[in-house]
């Protein structure tokens, strides 16, 4: 019986770590996408491009500017994660004290 709550413990470790991982991902490349989006806002703004050159704006986002587009808004994107991470550690932990 202990060896079972060992492997249950074990895919919960697991879990968790992956989760962190997939948020790490998840956050940076987002954070990459409008670092690129805001670059090419800014190069449509300067005259460097024309809209139709712009590879990294999303269709609609065209007459943005730069100064609206916040790349720290990428690491919003921890929340849910956060979340889920303290629910299953404090999963983690009831069931490491039982």
């Known amino acids: 019986m202990k060896k079972r ?6 895919i919960l470790l697991i879990a968790i770590i992956s989760i962190f991982g997939v948020m790490l991902y998840h956050v940076i ?10 670059q090419d806002l800014t190069d449509i703004q300067n005259g460097v491009i024309t809209i139709d050159e ?30 889920t991470e303290v629910v299953l550690g404090a999963l983690y932990i009831v069931m490491y004290k039982t």
């Open 5 to 10: 709550f060992n492997i249950k413990r074990m």
């Open 29 to 38: 490349s987002t954070r990459n996408q409008l670092i690129l989006m805001k």
């Open 54 to 83: 712009a590879t990294h704006i999303p269709e609609g986002f065209a007459y943005t500017t730069p100064e609206s587009v916040h790349i720290e808004s990428a690491y919003l994107w921890a929340i849910p994660y956060v979340i």
